[in-house]
């Protein structure tokens, strides 16, 4: 069984920067891929950014490539979103999710090939 966990959200004005954490345990985390998503208020679940197995494939969201990074530290069990240049809009509870699947690099934007998620981390960015 596999447990991600947020951490690292929180109040930021607009062009401030946030760290992401998702700490990983059961499962070998070097045998899913990480993605992070993101869902506001009244909206579905929306792709922010993905990972592959060993950190070496990163794929972003248009709106989100030059002011997000993620990364992951598999020797710490850990994946990382770096989030900079904050809009008022990107105001969201954000997921990390686990994919196991070898499939996973032709529809890491969509959520039904995660098979973990953890509970978020709200962020809120204020104008």
């Known amino acids: 069984q596999v447990q991600l966990v947020e951490s690292g959200g929180g109040l930021v004005q607009a062009g401030g920067s946030l760290r992401l954490s998702c700490a990983a345990s059961?499962?070998?985390?070097?045998?899913?891929?990480v993605g992070w998503f993101r869902q506001a208020p009244g909206k579905g679940r929306e792709f922010v950014a993905a990972?592959?197995?060993?950190?070496?494939?990163?794929y972003y969201a248009d709106s989100m490539k030059g002011r997000f990074t993620i990364s992951r530290d598999n020797a710490k069990n850990t994946g990382y979103l770096q989030m900079n240049s904050l809009k008022p809009e990107d105001t969201a509870h954000y997921y990390c999710?686990?994919?196991?699947?070898?499939?996973?690099?032709?529809?890491?934007?969509?959520?039904?090939?995660?098979?973990?998620w953890g509970q978020g981390t709200q962020v809120t960015v204020s104008s």
């Open positions: 059961g499962r070998n985390f070097r045998d899913y891929a």
């Open positions: 990972i592959s197995w060993r950190g070496g494939n990163t």
């Open positions: 999710a686990g994919s196991p699947h070898g499939g996973w690099a032709l529809e890491y934007r969509e959520p039904r090939v995660y098979d973990y």
